[in-house]
Each structure stands twice: as C-alpha cells, then as structure tokens.
Nanobody, 119 residues
Framework: QVQLVESGGDLVQPGTSLRLACAAS????????MGWYRQAPGKERELVAT???????NYEDSVKGRFTISRDNPKNTMYLEMNSLKPEDTAVYYC?????????????WGRGTQVTVSS
C-alpha cells in the first residue's frame, strides 16, 4: 500500500507562484512513476506533469515553461513548482503514484489540494 497526501494549495492572484507537495508513505520502494493531475469544475481529470524514478519528466503543453515537477526521494516527497499562474490553472490538483509489485502495476491517488487563481 502507498499513501499520498497533497499540500500547498491556496487562493492566489494571477502571475504569482505556488508550490505543491505530495508526501508518500507506506511501500515507498515500490513506487516508479509519480505525477500531478488536475481537475477543474465540469472537466475531466488531466495530466499536468510526471516524473520517473530516474528523474525523467513530462509536461502537459499548457504548463511547459511555467511548472516544474521534482522528487526528493530521501524525503519521499514530490513537488510541483508553479509560476506565472493563470486563472485557467484553477483546479483540484491530485498526486498519483504507480507502484510496481511484481508484474502488477498499481495506481494510487491522493485526495487532492485546491488551487484557485483569481484576482
């Protein structure tokens, strides 16, 4: 089992920055890829960024150059640094971890943290 807890969501003004954190616990050694997803009201959950155990990253086009995903493995924590925030970034942000348990891949989700970008 893997438990994920997000933090850092807030109400901020456009153009400002925010850093989200996702603390992982449990069967940490089994985690391969981790990622951030978001879901705005009335919309599907969408990928924001992913990062592998080896540090390879992938970003959704609308956040490239503004958001940075990172992992601090000794602290079992993943981060999402968000700069130049826009109102369209408003959403609940979820942390996801994919755990490799033998030949089986299991996906875990956190409960989410609200980010609201508004003047």
């Amino acid at each position: 089992q893997v438990q994920l807890v997000e933090s850092g969501g807030d109400l901020v003004q456009p153009g400002t920055s925010l850093r989200l954190a996702c603390a992982a616990s449990g069967n940490i050694d089994s985690i391969d890829t981790m990622g951030w997803y978001r879901q705005a009201p009335g919309k599907e959950r969408e990928l924001v960024a992913t990062i592998t155990n080896g540090g390879s990253t992938n970003y959704e086009d609308s956040v490239k150059g503004r958001f940075t995903i990172s992992r601090d493995n000794p602290k079992n924590t993943m981060y999402l640094e968000m700069n130049s925030l826009k109102p369209e970034d408003t959403a609940v942000y979820y942390c996801k971890a994919v755990s490799a348990q033998g030949a089986i891949m299991i996906t875990y989700w956190g409960r989410g943290t609200q980010v609201t970008v508004s003047s």
